[in-house]
């Protein structure tokens, strides 16, 4: 079977992208999806996502990690498949749809999508690190030698020694200024570091204003593959109104036979 896909990226962040309408995607193949995502033998990707129909919303975000498991929320992947259903028409420039963790809002203007992320209610304050859920759950722990770590070491440590089979995405962080972070993730699923996280720096925007390093609810989140913003509003509940914005750019497209 010869299969078309496209490529996209969202501050470096990549994707293999299938437009599945037609229900033509073997979702239950593991070894498909990870195949496709392998740098070496296949297109190369962070992840794969599909495009799909829903009844209740524009369309429906299905995504499998590298690793060719289905998984959590991808923020970055989201503000992705935004750019594709724009791409082919299903939406303008304005949209909802359905994912894993719910109903998402996101709007698309000039390559810049800005995507609505779910309620955080629960952050978990320690004394060297928070973690939080942003639709994908995330540690994130301040450091001083952000430039010169080894992220997929460090992070590897802390995935597996501190959370088990399940897991957790790691988040290392440095403040430039009161509205400017810089981050680096290492992604469970992906197993290494990658060159943007958007759950990620949405959860690093909330641990800072939560953990009082910024008193600012817009910052800039620098990462490896470019710069994201998170806006946000704090409630006695927690935290509405969260958005993530970035470049979401299609790359290139092609067929695979599989």
């Given at each position: 079977?010869?299969?078309?896909f496209?490529?996209y990226?969202g501050?470096?962040?990549?994707?293999?992208?299938?437009?599945n309408r037609?229900?033509?995607?073997?979702?239950?193949?593991?070894?498909?999806v990870?195949?496709?995502?392998?740098?070496?033998?296949?297109?190369g990707?962070?992840?794969?996502?599909l495009l799909?129909?829903?009844e209740?919303?524009?369309?429906k975000?299905v995504?499998?990690?590298a690793?060719?498991?289905?998984?959590t929320?991808c923020?970055?992947?989201?503000?992705c498949l935004?750019?594709?259903?724009?791409?082919?028409?299903?939406?303008?420039?304005?949209?909802?749809?359905i994912?894993?963790?719910?109903l998402?809002?996101?709007?698309i203007e000039n390559?810049?999508?800005?995507?609505?992320m779910?309620?955080?209610?629960?952050i978990d304050v320690?004394?060297n690190?928070s973690f939080?859920?942003?639709g994908s759950?995330h540690?994130?722990?301040m450091?001083e030698?952000?430039?010169?770590?080894?992220v997929?070491t460090?992070?590897?440590?802390?995935?597996?020694?501190k959370?088990?089979?399940?897991?957790?995405?790691?988040?290392f962080?440095?403040k430039?200024?009161?509205t400017?972070?810089?981050?680096?993730?290492y992604e469970?699923?992906?197993?290494?570091?990658?060159?943007?996280?958007?759950?990620?720096?949405?959860?690093?925007?909330?641990a800072?204003f939560?953990?009082?390093?910024?008193?600012?609810?817009?910052?800039?989140?620098?990462?490896p593959?470019g710069d994201?913003k998170?806006s946000?509003?704090?409630h006695?509940g927690?935290y509405?109104n969260?958005?993530?914005?970035?470049?979401?750019?299609?790359?290139?497209?092609g067929?695979i036979?599989?």
């Amino acid at each position: 079977m010869e299969l078309t896909f496209y490529k996209y990226q969202g501050t470096g962040n990549d994707f293999v992208i299938v437009d599945n309408r037609q229900d033509i995607f073997p979702k239950n193949d593991t070894k498909l999806v990870n195949f496709l995502c392998d740098r070496k033998f296949g297109i190369g990707a962070d992840g794969l996502m599909l495009l799909e129909n829903d009844e209740t919303s524009d369309f429906k975000m299905v995504y499998f990690n590298a690793d060719g498991n289905e998984s959590t929320m991808c923020g970055n992947g989201g503000r992705c498949l935004v750019a594709f259903a724009n791409f082919l028409g299903v939406v303008a420039n304005e949209c909802t749809f359905i994912a894993i963790d719910g109903l998402h809002h996101a709007t698309i203007e000039n390559g810049i999508v800005s995507l609505e992320m779910q309620d955080v209610e629960n952050i978990d304050v320690f004394e060297n690190y928070s973690f939080l859920n942003t639709g994908s759950p995330h540690h994130v722990q301040m450091v001083e030698n952000i430039e010169t770590l080894d992220v997929k070491t460090e992070g590897a440590k802390l995935r597996y020694g501190k959370y088990g089979s399940t897991g957790s995405n790691i988040n290392f962080v440095v403040k430039e200024n009161d509205t400017t972070f810089n981050v680096r993730t290492y992604e469970r699923g992906v197993e290494d570091e990658t060159l943007s996280c958007g759950t990620g720096v949405t959860a690093v925007a909330i641990a800072m204003f939560e953990t009082a390093k910024t008193s600012e609810d817009k910052l800039t989140l620098k990462t490896p593959g470019g710069d994201l913003k998170v806006s946000f509003e704090k409630h006695e509940g927690g935290y509405k109104n969260i958005h993530l914005e970035g470049p979401a750019t299609q790359v290139f497209s092609g067929k695979i036979t599989i």
